[in-house]
């Protein structure tokens, strides 16, 4: 009976162990499994890391060519205000020369007739003749010797924008000497001339 007893514990203790190895190798399984997902989730990870790192790497060289190309833009600003500064300065100083060889009358004329018509906002007025072509350097003289003081009469498109802008000098007592030139009522020739010089 002593021997049925043991052999009893025995086989007690038997399938508790086999109970424990079984046990054991699920846990074992269990953690292999987790262990195998783990690297596969740390293997996503890693690819993922690649994937920013190279899209960081992209973004870095766009900021870098944007960077560039804004201060390409800043220096080319400057350089246009630059420019544009010098193109004033010299507009000024030939528009004081152009002044200087017309009357005073004429100056005043021509600078009341830009505040009424930037003032009024009229249409029709193309400025001074001497504003509204252009012509080769070496002919500047010619010019000016055949036009005279022509080069600064005042185009227009009709009888009706001169009388307009005279009568608005008139009424606020504006002085200066002007004449028009309404485009209306100019004739045009043409004609063939041979060509003597070539």
């Given at each position: 009976?002593?021997?049925?007893?043991?052999?009893?514990?025995?086989?007690?203790?038997?399938?508790?162990?086999?109970?424990?190895?079984?046990?054991?190798?699920?846990?074992?399984?269990?953690?292999?499994?987790?262990?195998?997902e783990r690297?596969?989730?740390?293997?996503?990870?890693?690819?993922?890391?690649?994937?920013?790192?190279?899209?960081?790497?992209?973004?870095?060289?766009?900021?870098?060519e944007v960077?560039?190309?804004?201060?390409?833009?800043?220096?080319?600003?400057?350089?246009?205000?630059?420019?544009?500064?010098?193109?004033?300065?010299?507009?000024?100083?030939?528009e004081r020369?152009?002044?200087?060889?017309?009357?005073?009358?004429?100056?005043?004329?021509?600078?009341?007739?830009?505040?009424?018509?930037?003032?009024?906002?009229?249409?029709?007025?193309?400025?001074?003749?001497?504003?509204?072509?252009?012509?080769?350097?070496?002919?500047?003289?010619?010019?000016?010797?055949?036009?005279?003081?022509?080069?600064?009469?005042?185009?227009?498109?009709?009888?009706?924008?001169?009388?307009?802008?005279?009568?608005?000098?008139?009424?606020?007592?504006?002085?200066?000497?002007?004449?028009?030139?309404?485009?209306?009522?100019?004739?045009?020739?043409?004609?063939?001339?041979?060509?003597?010089?070539?």
């Open positions: 009976s002593s021997g049925k007893a043991v052999v009893s514990t025995q086989s007690t203790g038997s399938k508790t162990v086999e109970k424990e190895v079984t046990e054991t190798k699920e846990r074992i399984e269990k953690i292999a499994e987790e262990i195998q690297t596969e989730n740390l293997e996503e990870r890693r690819k993922e890391m690649e994937e920013t790192s190279k899209e960081l790497g992209i973004a870095r060289i766009k900021k870098d960077q560039s190309k804004r201060k390409d833009l800043w220096r080319q600003d400057s350089n246009f205000e630059q420019s544009l500064g010098t193109s004033k300065e010299q507009h000024d100083e030939a020369q152009l002044r200087s060889t017309v009357s005073k009358a004429f100056n005043n004329g021509i600078d009341a007739i830009k505040k009424i018509v930037r003032e009024k906002n009229i249409d029709g007025v193309y400025g001074p003749l001497i504003e509204n072509f252009k012509c080769n350097e070496k002919f500047f003289t010619a010019v000016e010797v055949t036009a005279g003081n022509r080069l600064f009469y005042i185009i227009v498109d009709t009888d009706k924008t001169a009388s307009q802008i005279l009568s608005i000098m008139n009424k606020n007592k504006m002085n200066g000497e002007v004449n028009f030139l309404p485009l209306i009522r100019l004739s045009y020739f043409k004609k063939s001339l041979p060509q003597l010089y070539k």
